[in-house]
């Protein structure tokens, strides 16, 4: 069975700071894919990033990046220089070759104080 | 493209009764997932249709559960005889993609369920 767990429940910074979301996940299969889903108050979960578990090369994308290691089975997500936009719950997702069930974690909630 | 709409947004209903939610994916897609997610909780898998064909369904989903996508196009899915356990945010989404696992998901704003 697969597991996501993201430890930290709730986050406050402020603005301008810099933000890391840790995500760490279970699985024996050597095949997998990684996800983040950012979830404003609106409701709606929104696409951030998908890694394969063959590429673990870090990725940079705007002020956010991700650092994929599978030495620790952790996919933590960083976000520089936070804006108040940023405030949302942030759930990291597994998901093994061949099956379309995603395994979330629970969830960070995120504030960025103006 | 309007993404992916749920409907009803909010359902308030009675221990007992039966409820219905729909949802209307993007329409290239041929991938139709339903979640549901409680409060503090990640969304969790409850089934999910390829085409018309019901693929895959959790154990979550109990017999009071059930879902359809007639003509491949939109899905609905009925809880009978509500429970006040039931009472969550119920998320679709869809997906244009292969069986890899690796498709991305556009989900919609859900549909919030409250049984009291």
């Known amino acids: 069975a697969q597991k996501v767990t993201q430890a930290q429940t709730e986050i406050s910074v402020v603005e301008k700071e810099d933000v890391t979301l840790d995500c760490v996940y279970e699985?024996?299969?050597?095949?997998?894919?990684l996800f983040w889903y950012k979830q404003p108050p609106s409701g709606e979960l929104v696409f951030l990033i998908r890694?394969?578990?063959?590429?673990?090369q870090n990725e940079i994308s705007g002020r956010y990046s991700w650092n994929f290691q599978k030495s620790t089975s952790s996919f933590n997500f960083t976000i520089t220089a936070s804006q108040v936009v940023d405030s949302a719950v942030y759930f990291c997702?597994?998901?093994?070759?061949?099956?379309?069930?995603?395994?979330f974690g629970t969830g960070t909630r995120l504030t960025i104080i103006p | 493209d309007t993404g992916v709409s749920q409907d009803p947004r909010h359902k308030i209903t009675k221990r007992g009764q039966n409820v219905t939610f729909r949802c209307d994916p993007i329409?290239?897609?041929?991938?139709l997932y339903w979640y549901r997610q409680t409060l503090g909780q990640g969304p969790e898998f409850l089934t999910y249709?390829?085409?018309?064909?019901?693929?895959?369904k959790s154990r979550l989903l109990s017999d009071r559960f059930s879902a359809e996508r007639p003509k491949g196009s939109f899905s609905t899915l009925e809880i009978q005889h509500t429970e006040q356990g039931d009472s969550a945010m119920y998320l679709c989404?869809?997906?244009?993609?292969?069986?890899?696992?690796?498709?991305?998901?556009?989900f919609g704003a859900g549909s919030r369920l409250t049984v009291l």
């Open positions: 989404a869809s997906s244009l993609g292969d069986s890899s696992g690796a498709n991305v998901l556009t």
């Open positions: 699985t024996r299969d050597t095949t997998y894919y």
């Open positions: 890694r394969n578990s063959f590429d673990e």
């Open positions: 997702a597994l998901t093994i070759f061949g099956n379309e069930k995603l395994t």
């Open positions: 329409s290239e897609h041929n991938r």
């Open positions: 249709f390829q085409n018309e064909a019901q693929l895959e």
